[in-house]
């Protein structure tokens, strides 16, 4: 089964960084865009950045824009979320999910391209 598995959160004060990790297992990334969402506390969930197959990402949040930036490693089947200058508006539970092939980015649709929401991991960032 394909999954997805978010890791690299954790406590961080502000101005700090942090590196998540999507890693997925049975199945290759490869052909897929994945997407980064936050759930902030007591808000929906939204869109911040996609990672195409090629690598290359575009923002869906204009407060990522800058300090955010999407990369991913195909030997280690890994797509990543480097965050700096974290600020406590980015504390919330961040997932990954795959949403669409190529290049395309459907990070607007209510589920994944497949399979379902994983854990996230949670980012808190404090002072």
């Known amino acids: 089964q394909f999954q997805f598995a978010e890791s690299g959160g954790g406590l961080v004060q502000p101005g700090g960084s942090l590196r998540l990790s999507c890693e997925a297992s049975g199945g290759r990334l490869s052909y897929y865009s994945i997407g980064w969402f936050r759930r902030a506390p007591g808000k929906e969930r939204e869109p911040i950045l996609c990672?195409?197959?090629?690598?290359?990402?575009?923002y869906y949040a204009d407060s990522a824009k800058g300090r955010f930036t999407g990369s991913r490693d195909e030997d280690k089947n890994t797509v990543y979320l480097r965050m700096n200058n974290l600020q406590p508006e980015d504390t919330g539970v961040y997932y990954c999910?795959?949403?669409?092939?190529?290049?395309?980015?459907?990070?607007?649709?209510?589920?994944?391209?497949?399979?379902?929401w994983g854990q996230g991991t949670p980012v808190t960032v404090s002072s």
């Open positions: 990672v195409g197959n090629s690598g290359s990402y575009r």
């Open positions: 999910a795959p949403v669409g092939r190529g290049a395309v980015c459907r990070m607007n649709d209510a589920e994944p391209f497949f399979g379902s």
